[in-house]
């Protein structure tokens, strides 16, 4: 049967133009011209717009006229108003566009004319050179020759300029400053007749003129006028560059008006006098300053800058004539005392002066000083605490000079002349430290001080105690410095935040170097909180770094007497006693521990390190056979282990490996061992089994993953170590050590692009590890290695690995001093990391250093006694270098890194 197609189906119908329907008109194309025409579109559809062949000849016909604009294309459309809009915008373009040519073309026709005028101005004088021809050669002789105006016409407005500034101020311009204010009238007033001119007003008004002016001149007045601070600028005359002619002649200007304008003003004469100085202009400079001494005679200042002008025989008649001015004076006395040869004559100014000025403590502390005479001065200053006694230096100086007794006498007698000074009760306190000793007396006197210092309203701040104690401390004043700590230490301070506020202060102490002062501050404290660890901790750390072996004793013994159940300090106390040879105290210790801490596990633990460092190895065994059944932890257990192996009882070792794994099923020490005793026995496959047991039962202990990894590629199993090291990574994704052993497997294995892939990973997951980083350097060109290196030290805030990698890098470069500088950076910033150790003096050996450097890198790592590091954690831990001495395992570990 026949099927009528889809409508989508079926061919368009003739003269279908899309799109018509909606509006459009259709586009123009080469194919199809036509039916992009109105008039076509209107014989598609047969509307009324069709024309025939014989119209479309005269359409022709007509656009090939220009004029004619009818019948043009589109002429059959109605225009709307977007044509409208359209034709008015072009309007206003062309008439922009006229504008536009109009000005281009009246600036054209100007630039025209002016050249023009130009071109006939050498014409304009054309006669006048005519006229030139006519003059005769007489004539050409009589004229005068041309000399340099130049001098002259500069002369001339000097002169002028000088004039305008020195001319008086007209008084009709005076007048109208009596009205006040800050403006001045600029108006014309004429005076009416009969009227008469008030002198005295003027006269007054030109004060209040000349006073605003120079009010204005310091900005005291006038916000918008240019403020000068004379004073400042007499300070700043020192710093002056000499070489700036325009600052000096500036300066002279300023201060040739000021002194003008202030005769009357010191600072005025003083600071002209040292411009001049400055300009190497010294009889100006002397000039002006004996002008100030005129014009100010009763200033101190003018003659002291006289005296510095002038040689030392004419300073001594200016400090005389001064003198005569000013008999009070201190300085302008001191000075005299200054300028005269010898000690006598020295001695007789000074004796002068204090008959003038008998209050002055600066003038007897001078006369004082120039005799070497033990009783004379000490005589001296008895006259002295009488005249002055408010002078707290004399008063001082006196009780120095004096025996104990009589100076006791002279500070009693100072303590109720100076009610407020502090400093007197200090050295009456520090009087008795030297006369008895008695620090119990010390404290009684310093704390009746403080607290009559309060009573009278002068009690200083805690910070100026401390102070006082540090400077006792330099001065070796022991206990009138911890006198005066305990007296004082606790002033102002809350009860609650007594024990915080003591710890930020021997913090402080301590990084000041104060350690007198530090000891002071925890001993206080502690005798107000005995069981504070911290305190104690606190203290003990700054004894063992800073004190001697007895004060750090004596400090634990303390700490255990007041904390006996704070196991550390026990272990801390037996450690030192080991550590001076003396194992018998050691081993008291741990007995008065174990009686203190019955079943403790550090304790036992401790006794067991002790006979195992000094190689009683049978003695720990027992002991940790009584820990195991009374304290049996993983831990102990795991200690067994380890001593068993030491002696070689590894069937031993094993069968308490397998008692521990049965009660502690959890325990990642005991597994490890199992694997490394089969390892030691040369059972690989039973050392794979029981680090695969570790890991099923400890899936986040890291050291068991990568035990199990290596021994697979110890069997050439990189598969095996592949899959291992993924599922640790699974467990571990942070970790880096998983992630540098999954890189080095890679490298191992010669994927080194597998290797960079896994590197760039393992930075994006754990962007702060110096050990991937150290990696990332290492494997990054020689060329590139110093951009990379900056990345690192950012990323890893300055890790102590990227700092070591960083001065290998720089050693393989030849760069030894850098490389030198960051080796002693990377420990300075973790010293317990041993890695760090070991590259260091493998680079002084490589480097032939002195031996006496080697000796002392050999010498802090002892000190240091490091136990971190990749390679040096392993190296250590390894049953082979137990009991050894840390010097020859560090030796060897250099040659082995």
């Known amino acids: 049967m026949y ?7 079926m061919p368009a119908p003739a003269g279908y133009v899309p799109g018509l329907g909606r509006g459009a008109t259709g586009f123009t194309t080469r194919s199809d011209i036509g039916p992009a025409r109105t008039d076509v579109a209107e014989q598609a559809f047969g509307g009324e717009g069709a024309k025939d062949e014989a ?3 005269a359409e022709d016909e007509r656009f090939r006229d220009a004029e004619n604009e009818e019948g043009l294309l589109f002429t059959t459309a109605n225009p709307d108003a977007e044509d409208e809009e359209a034709d008015a915008i072009y309007d206003k373009i062309d008439q922009r566009m006229q504008e536009r040519r109009k000005r281009q073309r009246e600036e054209r026709e100007r630039e025209e004319r002016e050249e023009a005028r130009r071109s006939d101005l050498g014409n304009q004088f054309a006669e006048f050179k005519s006229e030139l021809s006519k003059v005769s050669w007489d004539e050409w002789d009589s004229l005068p020759e041309a000399g340099d105006m130049t001098r002259k016409n500069k002369r ?15 008084d ?4 109208s400053r009596q009205s006040g204010g800050g403006g001045i009238d600029r108006s014309i007033d004429v005076q009416p007749e009969g009227a008469t001119t008030d002198f005295r007003a003027i006269s007054a008004t030109k004060g209040l003129l000349l006073d605003s002016s120079l009010t204005r001149i310091k900005g005291t007045s006038d916000t918008t006028a240019p403020k000068v601070d004379v004073q400042g600028y007499l300070t700043s005359l020192e710093s002056f560059d000499t070489s700036n002619f325009g600052d000096l002649q500036n300066a002279k200007s300023l201060f040739a008006s000021y002194t003008k304008s202030l005769p009357r003003d010191p600072r005025g004469w003083i600071g002209l006098a040292r411009v001049e100085a400055i300009d190497n202009q010294m009889g100006r400079a002397k000039a002006a300053i004996i002008k100030g001494c005129e014009n100010c005679p009763k200033d101190e200042d003018v003659w002291l800058q006289s005296i510095s002008l002038h040689t030392k025989s004419q300073a001594k008649s200016i400090v005389r004539e001064a003198l005569e001015y000013i008999p009070g004076s201190v300085k302008l006395w001191r000075e005299a005392a200054a300028l005269e040869d010898d000690t006598n004559s020295k001695v007789r100014v000074l004796e002068k002066a204090i008959q003038s000025n008998p209050a002055s403590d600066t003038l007897w502390k001078d006369l004082i000083n120039l005799h070497d005479d033990r009783e004379e001065a000490r005589a001296l200053l008895s006259k002295a605490v009488e005249l002055v006694p408010l002078a707290e230096d004399l008063w001082l100086s006196l009780a120095r000079l004096e025996d104990a007794k009589n100076a006791k006498k002279v500070l009693n007698r100072a303590r109720k002349a100076l009610r407020v000074s502090r400093a ?3 050295a009456a306190a520090r009087l008795e430290e030297q006369s008895t000793g008695d620090a119990k007396v010390v404290e009684k006197l310093m704390k009746k001080g403080v607290q009559e210092l309060k009573q009278q309203g002068g009690l200083p701040e805690r910070s100026v105690w401390i102070e006082e104690a540090e400077k006792c401390e330099a001065e070796e004043a022991t206990l009138t410095c911890h006198a005066i700590i305990k007296a004082a230490i606790g002033q102002g301070i809350e009860e609650e935040d007594q024990k915080t506020v003591w710890l930020e ?4 102490e301590v990084a000041k170097e104060k350690y007198e002062t530090a000891r002071a501050i925890y001993t206080h404290a502690l005798d107000l909180y005995p069981s504070s660890n911290s305190l104690w901790l606190e203290l003990i750390k700054l004894e063992k770094d800073h004190g001697t072996d007895e004060a750090l004793w004596s400090v634990l013994e303390r700490a255990i007497a007041e904390c006996p159940t704070t196991e550390a300090f026990w272990i801390m106390l037996q450690k030192e006693k080991a550590r001076a040879g003396d194992l018998d105290a050691a081993r008291k210790v741990l007995s008065e521990a174990f009686k203190a801490n019955p079943n403790s596990e550090k304790i036992w633990l401790a006794a067991a390190e002790l006979e195992t460092e000094n190689d009683e190895l049978v003695r720990a065994s027992k002991l940790l056979a009584r820990a195991r059944s009374e304290a049996g932890t993983e831990t102990v257990w795991a200690k067994s282990v380890l001593v068993e192996r030491i002696r070689g009882n590894l069937e031993e070792a094993l069968r308490l490996v397998e008692e521990g794994t049965q009660l502690h099923k959890s325990a990642a020490k005991l597994y490890i061992q199992k694997g490394q005793i089969y390892e030691l026995k040369g059972d690989k496959q039973k050392a794979i089994e029981a680090y695969t047991a570790g890991t099923r039962q400890c899936r986040e202990f890291v050291p068991l993953w990568t035990s199990l990894a290596r021994m697979w590629i110890g069997e050439n199993m990189e598969i095996k170590a592949r899959s291992v090291l993924d599922q640790a990574a699974l467990v571990n994704d942070k970790n880096e050590t998983i992630w540098l052993e999954r890189v080095r497997l890679e490298k191992w294995s010669g994927n080194s692009s597998q290797a960079a892939t896994l590197l760039n990973r393992a930075l994006k997951e754990v962007p702060s590890s110096g050990l991937l980083w150290s990696e990332y350097i290492w494997d990054t060109p020689r060329l590139q ?4 290196l900056i990345q690192a030290v950012k990323a890893t805030d300055s890790d102590s690995y990227v700092i070591c990698t960083g001065a290998r890098h720089f050693w393989d470069i030849g760069k030894l001093q850098e490389a030198q500088s960051w080796f002693r950076k990377a420990i300075a910033k973790d010293n317990d990391n041993g890695d760090n150790w070991l590259h260091y003096y493998k680079y002084l050996l490589a480097t032939k250093a002195p031996q006496e450097e080697l000796d002392k890198v050999v010498k802090d790592f002892e000190t240091a006694s490091p136990s971190n590091g990749v390679f040096w954690s392993n190296f ?6 137990f009991n050894r001495s840390r010097t020859d395992l560090f030796v060897e570990a250099v040659k082995k890194l």
Do not use: Q, Y
Request: hydrophobic content about 35%; proline content about 4%.
């Open 3 to 9: 099927k009528k197609p889809s409508f989508l189906d």
């Open 55 to 57: 119209d479309d000849t």
């Open 156 to 170: 001339r407005r000097r002169e002028a300029r000088d004039e305008l500034l020195t001319s008086a101020v007209p």
């Open 172 to 175: 009709s311009l005076i007048a």
């Open 424 to 426: 007197v009760w200090i």
């Open 505 to 508: 202060d021997g913090s402080t």
């Open 785 to 788: 290695r110093k951009k990379v």
């Open 876 to 881: 250590l831990m390894d049953v082979k270098n």
